[in-house]
């Protein structure tokens, strides 16, 4: 976990250093702000809340305990995609930038938005598996989940420097998720999870 804030930490002081301060980084950070931030939060809120409701489950038995896994990932995938194409609606018709006072000189804002907002379903996912990994005992996971992640936006900092610009770096951060999310399937097949779609929205444990 200290390795990890470290690297989160060079990545902040790389990308400062490459990209400095002024409007178009002003407009980077709220378009990450009202995004990838505000979701991971979320998210992260979601796992502490699901890690007792898998425990009670898995205590019971492994196979009930995916199954809530499955029922539970399945619901909040489906709201966050139609989190997700409600934000694009909003962004498409120009309402998100209205809403947060954005004013989106050369449509910087615009472009970052739209590319960070397919991350969200992916961040929906890698706290739910961290959530259930936990449950059964990996507390490493949640410290190394972000070492890829940083490693990679770090070694594009340092090698591509000068040559990289804000609208490329905000598609990196976004695919760079699926780094994280990668994170998680050594555990997945370790713990033999195979996850299956079985959305349920009627029982009282997926609203907890």
């Known amino acids: 976990m200290v390795l990890a804030k470290a690297l989160a930490m060079l990545r902040n002081i790389l990308q400062a250093r490459v990209f400095g301060a002024g409007p178009e980084v002003d407009l980077f950070t709220q378009a990450n702000n009202y995004s990838i931030s505000l979701f991971t939060t979320v ?57 947060l006072g954005v004013s989106d000189a050369g449509g910087l804002f615009h472009f970052c938005f739209a590319v960070l907002l397919p991350a969200l379903p992916v961040i929906t996912l890698t706290y739910l598996l961290l959530a259930l990994f936990q449950s059964m005992g990996h507390f490493t996971l949640q410290g190394s989940l972000s070492l890829l992640y940083s490693v990679a936006l770090c070694g594009v900092l340092v090698l591509a420097g000068g040559k990289l610009d804000l609208k490329t770096f905000a598609v990196l951060t976004s695919a760079g998720w699926l780094l994280q999310l990668a994170m998680t399937f050594p555990y997945i097949k370790k713990e033999g999870y195979r996850f299956h779609f079985r959305p349920d929205f009627r029982h009282k444990d997926y609203w907890m």
Do not use: W
């Open 43 to 99: 998210c992260y809120a979601l796992c502490v809340a699901a890690i007792p409701i898998f425990t009670q489950k898995l205590l019971k038995s492994r196979e009930e305990g995916f199954r809530t896994a499955d029922r539970l990932i399945s619901n909040t995938l489906i709201m966050s995609l139609g989190l997700m194409g409600l934000l694009y609606v909003c962004h498409s018709c120009g309402l998100a930038e209205r809403l």
